[in-house]
């Protein structure tokens, strides 16, 4: 329930702000694949987690796990308010603020008031209603096996379950339908696990070039003259 609750947040956001060339309602189905695989995904993490610490400390377990599901929660709805202002998610790139920087994107593209405290009003509201019910309804050890296997399955299929971005027409659907969560967490895996760069191949004068190795879509569409262009764009 959780999941559709922040797709539907998340359209609602995007189409307030956004008059779109891609209908939302011809992701919804990618979109919704995207977040029940980072559901099961994250679950099968979380048990990796939670599950050994029950065994010995069912109380702090519980407060360890809620506590974690409110924190992605309310880096969830951040990045999805990231998203909503320029429809690009947030990556690797977010290692490159400051706290300052963040600051400053939140306050001149969204502002700051009720609205945006509202998702995490609910979100928490929620979270509160799952304890609450978690409570009254008990399901079997047999079920509950089943349900963390297949979790664990999707957690270590996900890098290759998950959509690319060819597998969508445009670069803005692929966009839409990721899960934002899911997208950051692969962003900064990736990040933090790249080979550095040597010193060595740092130019001193131009710190910051290095190559680039992109896909040549256009050159097939292109035939060579031996005269040069009128017109160069």
């Known amino acids: 329930m959780l999941v559709i609750i922040l797709r539907l947040c998340e ?3 995007i189409s307030m702000k956004h008059a779109l060339s ?3 309602m011809d992701i919804l189905f990618p979109a919704i694949v995207a977040d029940l695989i980072f559901f099961f995904a994250l679950t099968g993490f979380l048990s990796l987690l939670i599950v050994p610490l029950a065994t010995k400390f069912s109380t702090a377990a519980q ?5 974690l599901l409110v924190l992605g929660g309310m880096i969830h709805f951040g990045l999805i308010q990231y998203f909503s202002v320029i429809l690009v998610p947030l990556g690797a790139d977010f290692f490159g603020y400051t ?3 963040i600051r400053f994107t939140v306050k001149s593209s969204t502002g700051i008031s009720i609205k945006t405290f509202l998702p995490y009003i609910i979100l928490i509201t929620i979270i509160i209603f799952h304890r609450v019910l978690s409570k009254r309804m008990q399901f079997g050890t047999t079920l509950s096996g089943v349900f963390t296997g297949c979790s664990l399955v999707i957690l270590f299929l996900s890098p290759i379950l998950v959509p690319t ?5 445009s670069d803005l659907e692929y ?3 990721v899960n934002k969560s899911h997208y950051f967490a692969t962003k900064a895996a990736q990040f933090f696990t790249k080979p550095s760069i040597s010193t060595s191949d740092i130019s001193e004068e131009y710190p910051l070039v290095k190559d680039f190795h992109y896909q040549d879509v256009l050159g097939p569409f292109m035939q060579p003259s031996s005269s040069t262009p009128n017109i160069v764009v």
């Not at 407060?63 to 506590?67: A, F, I, K, N, Q």
């Open 175 to 177: 966009n839409l339908s």
């Open 165 to 169: 971005v060819k597998d969508f027409s």
């Open 63 to 67: 407060w360890t796990y809620y506590s």
């Open 99 to 101: 706290l300052d920087d």
């Open 11 to 13: 359209m609602v956001m």
């Open 22 to 24: 891609v209908s939302l």
